[in-house]
C-alpha cells in the first residue's frame, strides 16, 4: 500500500519558468516590474514574443501583432528581446539544478527542464518537497518564478506545470494519474499536435480517457514507436526516458522574416548573405561542414527553393552565398517573398585529411579564421561582409532546441 511518503518507483520533475524573456527584462529592469511588458524581436520588431503577466491580464498574447496588442492594453511597454541575455540566465538556471537537485536533467528548451529525482528520494525527501526545493533553487538563483509539475512520467509532469501558472506547483501521484487525465482533451497532452489530434478525433479519442477504447495497434502501424509512446502518454504512463545528452544536429540553419512582400533583388541578396554567414560561422564554430543545403523563399503562398548541393563540403559563406544566388536566377519569378531560410541538411564532422582531389581555398580558411577570431572577441558581424552593413537590424532568436552544452548553445 502506497501512502504520501512511500518513494515513488519514478519521480520526474518540469521546471518551467514563467513568462521568461518578459520576467528577466522586468528584473533587470525595476521600472518595468508590475507593468504589462511585451517582448519583441527588435525594436523594429511587430510580432510578440512573449509577454508579462500584467499584460496577458489585459488580453495580450504570444504571437500577437504589437498595434492589435495595443488595442487591448494601450499602456504595453515594448521591449527588444535580448537573446544572449535569456540564454545566459537559463545557462545559470540549468547549472543550478543540475548541481542542488539531480545530476539527471533534460534541458527541454530555453526555459524548460526536466528533473529525473527516483534516486534523490532518500536524500532530498518526497518529490512534493523536491519539487519544492526546485523552486527555491530557482529562485536564489535568480529571482525570477517558475511553475512546478511533480509525477512519474514526462508527459504527465509538463501537464501538471501549466495547472498553476504562475509561481505554483502541482503535484500528479503516479498512481493518480489516469484519473487526473481522463478528461483531459488529447490535444493538452505534449506531442500531440494538429494532426495526430485529427486522427485520433476521427476514431473517436477526444479525451486521454477515450484512447483505452482504441487498440495500441492502430497508432503503432499509423505512427510507429512514436504512436505507442501516445497511447501510453493518455493512461499516464508516458515510457520516455530523460535525454540527458545533447544530441549532435541532424541539421543546423537560419531564416529571417523580411518586411512584407519583399522584391527587391538587392534586398534579398542580402538577407542571404547574412544567412549564408551566420550558417557558415556555426558550422566553423563546431568544426562542421556540409555539402547539402536547403535554400528557400516564403512567398504569399508556398516556399520557392529546395535543397541544393555544393561540389565539395563547405563552412564558407561565400560558397554557400553562391547556392542563393543560383536560386535568384534559377527559380525567383520576382514574387514578394516573406522570409528567408538556409539549412546545412548534412551537417558533418571537418576530417583531418583532405579526399583524394579535394580542393582547399586556404586563403579563404585563414580569412575566416581571423573573422571569427575577432568576432568571437568583439561581437558578431564586427568583421563581415560590406554588404552586410544593410543587413536587417533585428537580433538573434534562440534555437528551439537551444541546449546550454554541445552544439545546440546557439542563437
Same mark, same amino acid.
Given at each position: 500500500m502506497l501512502t504520501t511518503?512511500?518513494?515513488?518507483?519514478?519521480?520526474?520533475?518540469?521546471?518551467?519558468?514563467?513568462?521568461?524573456f518578459a520576467s528577466i527584462e522586468q528584473r533587470d529592469f525595476p521600472a518595468l516590474r508590475g507593468k504589462p511588458v511585451g517582448v519583441t524581436?527588435?525594436?523594429?520588431?511587430?510580432?510578440? $514574443?512573449?509577454?508579462?503577466?500584467? &499584460? #496577458?491580464?489585459?488580453?495580450?498574447?504570444?504571437?500577437?501583432?504589437?498595434?492589435?496588442?495595443?488595442? +487591448?492594453?494601450?499602456g504595453l511597454i515594448q521591449r527588444p528581446a535580448r537573446p544572449q541575455r535569456?540564454?545566459?540566465?537559463?545557462?545559470?538556471?540549468?547549472?543550478?539544478?543540475?548541481?542542488?537537485?539531480?545530476?539527471?536533467?533534460?534541458?527541454?528548451?530555453?526555459?524548460?527542464?526536466?528533473?529525473?529525482?527516483?534516486?534523490?528520494?532518500?536524500?532530498?525527501?518526497?518529490?512534493?518537497?523536491?519539487?519544492?526545493?526546485?523552486?527555491?533553487?530557482?529562485?536564489?538563483?535568480?529571482?525570477?518564478?517558475c511553475s512546478i509539475g511533480v509525477s512519474g512520467d514526462k508527459t504527465t509532469a509538463k501537464y501538471a506545470a501549466k495547472l498553476q501558472k504562475p509561481n505554483g506547483l502541482t503535484v500528479i501521484p503516479p498512481w493518480e494519474a489516469k484519473r487526473y487525465l481522463h478528461n483531459v482533451p488529447v490535444t493538452e497532452l505534449?506531442?500531440?499536435?494538429?494532426? $495526430?489530434?485529427?486522427?485520433?478525433? &476521427? #476514431?473517436?479519442v477526444y479525451t486521454c480517457g477515450d484512447m483505452v477504447r482504441?487498440?495500441?495497434?492502430? +497508432?503503432a502501424k499509423r505512427f510507429g514507436d512514436v504512436g505507442r509512446r501516445i497511447w501510453y502518454m493518455c493512461q499516464g504512463e508516458d515510457p520516455e526516458p530523460l535525454r540527458c545528452e545533447a544530441t549532435a544536429p541532424k541539421t543546423?540553419?537560419?531564416?529571417?522574416?523580411?518586411?512584407?512582400?519583399?522584391?527587391?533583388?538587392r534586398t534579398l541578396s542580402t538577407y542571404l548573405l547574412h544567412m549564408s554567414e551566420k550558417v557558415a560561422a556555426r558550422l566553423r564554430r563546431h568544426q562542421l561542414h556540409a555539402r547539402e543545403f536547403f535554400i528557400g523563399l516564403h512567398t504569399r503562398d508556398d516556399w520557392i527553393g529546395g535543397p541544393m548541393a555544393t561540389a565539395l563540403p563547405t563552412n564558407d559563406g561565400r560558397v554557400i552565398f553562391a547556392l542563393c544566388r543560383a536560386l535568384l536566377r534559377q527559380c525567383w519569378q520576382g514574387e514578394g517573398v516573406y522570409q528567408v531560410q538556409i539549412t546545412a541538411?548534412?551537417?558533418?564532422?571537418?576530417?583531418?585529411?583532405?579526399?583524394?582531389?579535394?580542393?582547399?581555398?586556404?586563403?579563404?580558411?585563414?580569412?575566416?579564421?581571423?573573422?571569427?577570431?575577432?568576432?568571437?572577441?568583439?561581437?558578431?558581424?564586427?568583421?563581415?561582409?560590406?554588404?552586410?552593413?544593410?543587413?536587417s537590424s533585428t537580433p538573434n532568436v534562440i534555437a528551439p532546441v537551444w541546449k546550454p552544452s554541445g552544439h545546440r548553445q546557439t542563437v
Open positions: 511518503t512511500s518513494p515513488w518507483d519514478r519521480a520526474i520533475i518540469l521546471v518551467d519558468m514563467n513568462a521568461f524581436n527588435g525594436e523594429q520588431g511587430t510580432c510578440i $514574443i512573449t509577454c508579462s503577466y500584467e &499584460a #496577458r491580464d489585459r488580453g495580450v498574447k504570444t504571437g500577437m501583432r504589437l498595434y492589435e496588442a495595443r488595442q +487591448l492594453c494601450p535569456y540564454a545566459q540566465v537559463s545557462t545559470q538556471l540549468m547549472a543550478a539544478l543540475r548541481d542542488q537537485i539531480s545530476p539527471q536533467i533534460e534541458v527541454f528548451s530555453v526555459d524548460e527542464a526536466f528533473l529525473d529525482v527516483t534516486h534523490c528520494q532518500r536524500l532530498l525527501g518526497t518529490p512534493a518537497q523536491i519539487g519544492q526545493r526546485a523552486k527555491q533553487a530557482v529562485d536564489a538563483v535568480s529571482g525570477l518564478p505534449c506531442g500531440i499536435a494538429g494532426g $495526430i489530434g485529427r486522427f485520433l478525433a &476521427a #476514431r473517436g482504441l487498440p495500441i495497434g492502430v +497508432l543546423l540553419g537560419h531564416g529571417k522574416v523580411l518586411p512584407p512582400n519583399t522584391y527587391h533583388p541538411l548534412d551537417p558533418r564532422p571537418v576530417q583531418g585529411q583532405l579526399e583524394l582531389f579535394d580542393h582547399v581555398d586556404t586563403r579563404r580558411q585563414a580569412s575566416n579564421q581571423v573573422m571569427d577570431c575577432i568576432n568571437d572577441r568583439y561581437g558578431e558581424f564586427t568583421l563581415a561582409p560590406a554588404r552586410l552593413l544593410n543587413r
